[in-house]
């Protein structure tokens, strides 16, 4: 596509239950990032990948979050028993740079996560 | 651990003016520094990038700078319209990955 694409744009859902994010990069991009913002806040980095491979897993806030990358394609970001404080907007960037310190980040319009 | 701070952390001003928006950060030896767009409910749209090697880049009505030593960076904005109405968000890169700021929220009035 043209753009980083997320999905679900918005996800509303009870304490306790899984959630799965979903975001399609930019074709070709070989860097792909997941950050949150929450309410009010600035971006929090989670996990960075390098093809398939994550390098860089050092923002998962805790063992509830995990995600993968299919090749250099398609990444799931996935909550585990989700918890009020999970709420916020996730979102994805690709970027086509090896390393993001020397090119663009393009960032997606995010998946809104509200727990109730 | 890099920490960038944006201040004001809000800014209204008249249609027409030219404004300056403020970034600054802690740890010098960064990459690059990039600055960013982004409205309500949206995503983040790239504005501009500037290498650590560069001192300032322009594109249409806005220029940005950087002094790495000083740790600061600046966005300009020339002639400012209604539709510059966002919030504007400045990005640190080192160790693959980029460092926020909070952002100051723009407001242009009519």
Redesign the interface.
Known sequence: GAG?S?SPSNKVTEKGKDVELRCDPISGHTAL?W?RQRLG???E?LI?FQGNSA??KS?LPSDRFSAERTGESVSTLTIQRTQQEDSAVY?C?SSSAA????????????S?LTVL | KQE?TQIPAALSVPEGENLVLNCSFTDSAI??L?W?RQDP??????LL?I?SSQREQTSGRLNASLDKSSGRSTLYIAASQPGDSATY?C?V???????????TRLTIIP
Do not use: I, W
């Open positions: 980083v997320q990032y950050y806040q600035g971006l980095f960075y390098p860089d923002g979102l960037a390393r993001v310190n020397t090119g663009e980040l393009f960032f997606g319009e995010g809104r | 960038v990459y690059n990039q960013f409910g949206k995503g983040l749209t790239s990038l290498q968000l990005a890169g080192g160790d693959e990955k980029l460092t926020f700021g909070t952002g």
